[in-house]
């Protein structure tokens, strides 16, 4: 029945209705839905002050929660790495005058910070945005505006979760008072091997334009395990851009240079290995001066460096005296870092760079050459896209280079790995995936889970630690070098009877085994 009409409306015709545009008339075509979807998306962003597009960085999944301190001290007196200079100003871009890097480590159970997270786009933006726009060569005003919004607006205000200063973590207190770390043996071993010799330190390099904050979660995640990960920022010319601080001073932005803008100190010009020399020269000292810091910390003189700290955290180092393992260090890098990494080797250990072990995540293929003079046990791992795709690097294949450098160690008697992970990309190991797991599936061809991908990494890493600390080899690394060439077509080996039956029960195939190829091995 239809309902009866107003009394003011009976007699009256028929009303004409308002036109309602065009555009706005709803069709349900799937380009309207998408279109709708997108919209309303971005108005949740900008209403809850979500970045577009970026998911949030994921809490991290170890027994300890995650403390963060930014950490920039000037060096004794200022070290000239090389004599060069940039053509304009006649500056020297190789002077190193302060080191900055940002410590992760296990922290306090229960125990609020009182500072503000930090952002995974350290502010201004600007200066990491207009580092992109010189990368690009694409550097001007316009531009430089553009890009720094687009910046602001994709991941401006992406968080990292660990906790910013708070005390470092007393594992023996939290294994007594946590039942399930208590049931855990190898945990128990871990934290009793660390009350003896100290948390283990990782001191990592990053790789070409990428910085401190690239790689934070797969630094969180060995935290959240027990040990303490230094995560370096370059001044070499391999960072976007990074704000020079000393404290009493005014603060100085260096932003990314490449070959072209500098000369030798008599005004010629440099070839392409020349200046990669220098930047891994550079890379070197910066290497020696973040062990230097952290040796006076573990000496006792944590509150001298927070009080030189131009970043303003470490209030806690006071209480770090004999905490960490500052004699036996490892170090680790990736792409541009991990050639950087290999190159702190060279005549090691050494006091100024004391490294037991090294763990080098895609070798540069443009980066220089790589360091062969190594004495300690290595693991080296490849993503899927670093392995597939053959590179002539100084004249013969990369991979082949890499396996040689590893079953050259293998050959000195000290045990060392290459291994390639399998749907893997270049960037399966940063952040980048986390944050926009779809573009960069697309953009990189990788075709693991972005999550699976960082935890296979964490995983062989804490093995190789386990391994340097104790010798015993567990998972992968108890794996024989089925893989002499990285095979296109299969995965690791055939499954076997044992391994798992099937992917609810899990066993050693749905862990691991069927996520790697091993081509060097000391088994």
Known sequence: MK?????????????????????????LTWRY????????????????????????????????????????????????????????????????????????????????????KHHWIPKPVSVTAEGYAKFAHINNAVVNKLITKAVDKLVGNIEIPAHVDVPLADLAEAVILDPNIQENDTEVKKVIQIEKGGHPVIIFSHGMASSRTDYTHYAGELASRGYVVALLEHRDGSCPGSIVKKNGKQDKTKLTFAAPEVESASGRELTVDEFKRMQLDFREAEIEEVVRVLK?????????????????????????????????????????????????????????RPFKGAIIL??????????????????????????????????????????????????????????????????SVTDAPLLEPLLLSWTTGARIDVYEGLRQYVHVSEDFLWFLATGEKRSLLKEKAEFPEYDEGSGFGVWKPGQGDNETEGGRWWDWRRYWQVHVSPN
Not at 385 to 413: C, M, P, Q
Request: charge should be positive.
């Open 362 to 427: 895609d070798p540069g293929k443009q980066s220089g050459r790589l360091n062969d003079d190594i004495r300690v046990p290595v693991l080296v791992i490849h993503s899927n896209s670093w392995s597939s795709k053959s590179s002539v690097f100084y004249g013969r294949a990369h991979f082949d280079t890499v396996k040689d450098i590893v079953e050259n160690n293998v050959l000195r008697n000290m045990p060392s790995w290459f291994a390639t992970s399998l749907g893997t990309s270049h960037p």
């Open 3 to 27: 309902p009866f009409p107003e009394a003011s409306t009976i007699g009256e015709g028929p009303r004409s209705r308002p036109r309602i545009p065009r555009i706005l008339r709803p069709r």
């Open 33 to 116: 839905v998408v279109c709708t979807l997108i919209a309303v998306y971005i108005v949740y962003c900008f209403v809850f002050s979500r970045p577009l597009f970026a998911h949030p960085l994921p809490e991290y999944s170890g027994p300890y929660p995650v403390g963060a301190v930014d950490i920039e001290v000037p060096l004794t007196s200022p070290r000239v790495i090389d004599t060069a200079r940039f053509k304009e100003s006649k500056e020297k871009p190789f002077e190193l005058e302060t080191v900055l890097f940002t410590l992760y480590y296990p922290a306090a159970q229960n125990v609020a910070s009182q500072k503000p």
């Open 296 to 352: 006076l910390i573990n000496e006792g003189h944590g509150e001298e460096v927070f009080r030189k700290n131009a970043r303003g955290e470490g209030a806690d180092f006071k209480n770090w005296k004999g905490r960490l393992n500052t004699d036996d260090m490892v170090v680790a890098g990736h792409s541009y870092g991990a050639t950087g990494a290999m190159q702190a080797l060279r005549g090691g250990p050494s006091p100024h």
